[in-house]
């Protein structure tokens, strides 16, 4: 598992221009005012790639 931390601004007024460069790199990510968003078509990927990882290993 790799946990990776990228650090923005609590300003939300930048929030969509450091999200679309973020988005891509993230599955979730937090916005300044607290709330989670969850890339589902990245979280679709992350997650196929861990079941396959678990059945090659299992």
């Known amino acids: ?13 930048y929030w969509p221009a450091i999200h679309d460069c973020i988005s891509t790199q993230s599955v979730m990510t937090q916005r300044p005012d607290g709330r989670f968003v969850v890339s589902r078509s990245r979280f679709r990927r ?12 299992l």
């Open 46 to 57: 992350w997650l196929s790639r861990c079941r396959k990882a678990l059945t090659i290993t």
């Open 1 to 13: 598992m790799l946990l990776c931390f990228e650090f923005g601004t609590d300003r939300m007024e």
